[in-house]
């Protein structure tokens, strides 16, 4: 199964997925019919036979580009989410 926007993966586990997310590009789906980084996600774990989950820790708005943390399982967004609410897991923003 071949994807329709070629995502830019700078990191994969077997819990979580780091993605470079273009300036332009919905981090999740919208109102549109448009390929955002979820559903690539989720497209691309399908073609490897694997869970279809794809949970986003930190949306980035469609024009800022970035890195973008997803976790592939219920618990490790738990964990992550709890990491970015404690500040021990943080944004930053480049001006």
Same mark, same amino acid.
Request: aromatic share 6%; net charge positive.
């Given at each position: 199964? %071949? ?6 993966? *700078? @990191? %994969?586990?077997?819990?979580? #997925?780091?993605?470079?997310?273009? &300036?332009? =590009?919905? /981090? =999740? /789906? ?7 980084? *979820?559903? %690539? *996600?989720? $497209? @691309?774990?399908? /073609?490897?036979? %694997?869970?279809? @989950?794809? &949970? #986003? #820790? ?9 890195? *973008?943390?997803? &976790?592939?399982?219920?618990?490790? /967004? &738990? ?5 970015? =609410?404690?500040? $021990?897991?943080?944004?930053?923003? =480049?001006?």
């Amino acid at each position: 199964m %071949e994807l329709l926007v070629k995502m830019d993966m *700078v @990191y %994969e586990d077997k819990d979580k #997925i780091i993605l470079n997310k273009p &300036a332009g =590009q919905l /981090s =999740q /789906s919208g109102k549109s019919f448009e390929m955002d980084l *979820v559903s %690539e *996600v989720l $497209t @691309y774990r399908k /073609s490897k036979g %694997e869970e279809a @989950y794809a &949970a #986003i #820790i930190n949306r980035l708005d469609r024009p800022v580009s970035g890195l *973008v943390f997803m &976790a592939k399982n219920k618990k490790e /967004s &738990a964990r992550l989410s709890l990491l970015m =609410q404690k500040e $021990t897991l943080c944004k930053l923003s =480049q001006n």
